[in-house]
């Protein structure tokens, strides 16, 4: 990387923007990301940035609100200091399961906030597994997305586990459990889910053989752990010998680390695009991977004009 380009943070994510630099090599750059006595998002960016490609490193997760006003501004302190490029890198994109309206008089959120951006003053987007691939079209700017496919297969093909099946657990997740079981050359299985209301769902009905197999679950949000855990019961009673998850978004939020604690899960792998509470790192079914590497190549490729397909499978 060239002294053309500045690295910054918000504090959603500190750790990881910490290895994003180790692995380019750049400093992180310099700025107060703090708040006023009131909550108001309080920045001031502590180094030159005319002419520069700045890259906004900051997950949209919990806090949300404050996470993406906190990132708003920053990027307009960028734009007003005069940067040449502002990419936003955001690992996690919140906001992004509200993609289209699911009933009258309801939001298209992931809309609002790409338009949100956009005002803002952002040039690119990069982020990995958006809720829904078409929310790269809410944008005007260009949009790198990134899988964490590569990640997954990394650390399960090293484990001993036969007889294994991918498991979509919805229809919207088919093509990215599709692609998972096209590199282990192993089978796909379906999970027909209804949900009657957010953060609640029914399992219905499995399509696909489980019988016997070793279950992988691939998705991309961990919320409540509402739909992990029914579909884990729902494989179990198919008949399957293990059930595993492999998860890029660990929002964990409410129930969520207790039904995974009380589940029949074997073992629940997720990325560290959403830093762990405390009590999350204790829970001895999570396992954590890092997307440090695969964010920092992406960025490193970006700002050299390379391609990044190599970095999907
Ligand atoms: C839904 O479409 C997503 O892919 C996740 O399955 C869902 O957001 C998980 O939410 P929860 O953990 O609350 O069931």
Redesign the pocket.
Known sequence: MDSEVVLLSGNANINLSKKICEYLKVPLGKALVSQFSDGESRIEVLENLRGKDVYLLQSLSNPANHYIMESLVMIDACRRASANKITLVAPYFGYA?QDRKTGPRTPISAKLLAELYEAAGIDRLLSLEL?NSAIQGFFNVPVDHLFANSLFYEYFSKLPIKDLVIIS??S??VERSRALAKKFDCGLAIIDKRRDKP?D?AVMNIIGSVKGKNCLIV??????????VRACDALMQEGALEVRAAISHA?LSGP?LKRIQESSLVQVLVTDSIPLSKQAQCTDKIVQISISSLVAEAIHRIHNYDSISSLFI
Do not use: E, K
Request: aromatic share 0%; no cysteine.
């Open positions: 399961r809720h657990p919805d919207g997740g953060n769902s998705d991309d949000i961990v919320d409540t752990g509402g739909s992990l929002v969520a």
